[in-house]
């Protein structure tokens, strides 16, 4: 009897444990949230003992290795539109989704001084090449373009464009040198409402559609607590919005 009792109490035990040892999970961002998501994903461990494993690209691709059953449990996307694909193809959990920031576009260049405070550098036309991430791909370039056409520039500068697979290559291609502009994410170049680096023309709202970044939790994570923990502190934990907002995003409520 005694024997059967520690067996009961040992297996007791082994379960508590195991359900206190820190899970893993999968979590695809969208190229232009890397530095608030690292952040954010440091302090959820720091918290909670459970690590955001974090996977950087661009939206339309991570959306078609979604589609291909890629081991994702949650998407942090680059808009809204995806996201909504993807609840509607029933490949995420029902009423997960929402929007965790409002991105913000930008004109960039490594060089101090050499873009203007009013983008008129686009109009100038004296640069060789203007990165901009792929439209097809990535939110945020499909909101240059938008910028472009307002303006009347689309035609005007189509030969300088190098494109980007994401936003980040984008950047690249200006921080390098290989181009002397680039349209970004303002989270790219920003910390605590500032600019951190070179010159940059932040344009203006109503020159592109609003950038509405939605999460989603996957159909892999859908029974998972320590994924929906997660999906709860990005959505209104005070210290993730925090974060959020020190990289020049909106919350948008």
């Not at 980040?168 to 502009?181: D, H, K, L, M, V």
């Not at 994570?221 to 990005?234: H, K, L, P, R, T």
Request: aromatic letters at 10%; glycine letters at 6%.
């Amino acid at each position: 009897m005694k024997k059967f009792c520690l067996a009961i109490l040992v297996a007791v035990f082994l379960a508590v444990g195991a359900s206190a040892q820190a899970d893993e999970f999968q979590v695809a961002v969208a190229a232009n949230f890397t530095k608030p998501a690292e952040e954010i994903a440091k302090a959820f461990e720091k918290r909670t003992g459970h690590k955001a494993v974090l996977s950087f690209g661009s939206t339309g691709k991570f959306y078609t290795q979604i589609q291909q059953e890629a081991p994702f449990h949650v998407f942090l996307a680059a808009d809204s539109a995806t996201p909504q694909k993807l609840e509607n193809e029933k490949l995420v959990k029902p009423g997960s989704r929402f929007t965790y920031a409002k991105g913000a576009l930008a004109l960039w260049s490594a060089k101090a001084g050499y873009v203007d405070a009013k983008g008129d550098v686009l109009k100038q036309n004296k640069f060789q090449k203007l990165s901009v991430a792929d439209p097809k791909l990535a939110p945020y370039g499909k909101a240059a373009y938008e910028v472009l056409a307002k303006l009347g520039l689309e035609k005007t500068l189509e030969a300088k464009i190098v494109t980007g697979t994401n936003i980040t290559q984008a950047f690249q291609f200006a921080e390098s040198g290989n181009a002397e502009i680039a349209f970004i994410a303002w989270s790219q170049v920003c910390k605590d409402g500032k600019l951190t680096t070179g010159s940059v023309w932040n344009v203006p709202a109503d020159l592109y559609n609003p950038i509405l970044q939605d999460l989603v939790i996957l159909k892999l994570g859908a029974e998972s607590a320590v994924v929906q923990a997660f999906a709860d502190y990005v959505k209104s934990d005070p210290e993730a919005h925090k974060i959020i907002l020190s990289y020049g995003y909106e919350i948008n409520k």
